[in-house]
């Protein structure tokens, strides 16, 4: 697994996922009726993982599929021809 993300990012990642956790777990003990919880935590926690690893798997595919399989990226301008 290769590292896909820079530091800043990273910090990132830990302080956003880390708030939002913070922000979850007083709103879920304030509300149990609320279905969302769990999941929210998950997600935020995983955001805590990825910057901690410093690979997130959605920037992984999106890599892979935004380069062309022969190596060589070309530009996604279209190129007009004008008719004379």
């Known amino acids: 697994m290769k590292q896909n993300i820079d530091t800043i990012n990273s910090m990132i990642r830990i302080t956003c996922g880390l708030s939002m956790l913070t922000y979850i777990t007083i709103r879920g003990a304030r509300r149990e009726s ?25 920037k992984a595919v999106y890599d892979e599929w935004s380069t062309e399989k022969d190596g060589i990226e070309q530009s996604w301008q279209q190129e007009i021809q004008l008719e004379k």
């Open 34 to 58: 609320d279905s969302l919880h769990p999941l929210l935590i998950g997600l935020s926690a995983m955001k805590v993982a990825e910057g901690i690893v410093r690979y997130c798997p959605l």
